[in-house]
T-cell receptor
Framework: GIQVEQSPPDLILQEGANSTLRCNFSDSVNNLQWFHQNPWGQLINLFYIPSGTKQNGRLSATTVATERYSLLYISSSQTTDSGVYFCAVVVAGGTSYGKLTFGQGTILTVHP | DAEITQSPRHKITETGRQVTLACHQTWNHNNMFWYRQDLGHGLRLIHYSYGVQDTNKGEVSDGYSVSRSNTEDLPLTLESAASSQTSVYFC??????????FGQGTRLTVV
């Protein structure tokens, strides 16, 4: 099956710093989502971004589907950004049927 | 507001007991999914459904079953709970654009 690799596995920042999280995937995809799992365990949708670039406030994401990677940018990080960031993809083709395959996540800790 | 809810949020059960976790969504989505989250494994797909009366096995389906008698609900049943099934369980539904939305999760402990 498809492999989804996220890097770095852990990231520690001071408040106000910028960061880039990466997601590499081993096969063609027709769906890619970024999620933030907050300290209470909730999975929050950040972006649905199978290709192109999107921005939402201090967060933005870019997916280059032809090169099989996606990037999540966090600018001016805040302590509330702490948590785990997951990339999840759906393999392109007729048998995937919307099934998301998750990466292992990046654990982000933002210190005040 | 439309939403997806799971119950209970926390459950402790004994080995060998049957347990059912509920998932209810009000968006009228056809596609629904159950995942489990464990340290070191991320989220893994247990079962999924593309509509009423449709159910399919995912990556880690052994010991679990689901049923889909209506659009709104996809209950997950552990036939005979085992300690290896101690985990956090997430239900999700997917809209026509392909965007998945997750419930709050259920933390299950099997003792």
């Amino acid at each position: 099956g498809i492999q989804v690799e996220q890097s770095p596995p852990d990231l520690i920042l001071q408040e106000g710093a910028n960061s880039t999280l990466r997601c590499n995937f081993s096969d063609s995809v027709n769906n890619l989502q970024w999620f933030h799992q907050n300290p209470w365990g909730q999975l929050i949708n950040l972006f649905y971004i199978p290709s192109g670039t999107k921005q939402n406030g201090r967060l933005s994401a870019t997916t280059v589907a032809t090169e099989r990677y996606s990037l999540l940018y966090i600018s001016s990080s805040q302590t509330t950004d702490s948590g785990v960031y997951f990339c999840a993809v759906v393999v392109a083709g007729g048998t995937s049927y919307g099934k998301l395959t998750f990466g292992q996540g990046t654990i982000l800790t933002v210190h005040p | 507001d439309a939403e997806i809810t799971q119950s209970p949020r926390h459950k402790i059960t004994e080995t060998g007991r049957q347990v059912t976790l509920a998932c209810h969504q009000t968006w009228n989505h056809n596609n629904m999914f159950w995942y489990r989250q464990d340290l070191g494994h991320g989220l893994r797909l247990i079962h999924y459904s593309y509509g009423v009366q449709d159910t399919n096995k995912g990556e880690v389906s052994d010991g679990y079953s689901v049923s889909r008698s209506n659009t709104e609900d996809l209950p997950l049943t552990l036939e005979s709970a085992a300690s290896s099934q101690t985990s956090v369980y997430f239900c999700a539904s997917r809209n026509f654009q392909g965007i998945a939305f997750f419930g709050q999760g259920t933390r299950l402990t099997v003792v």
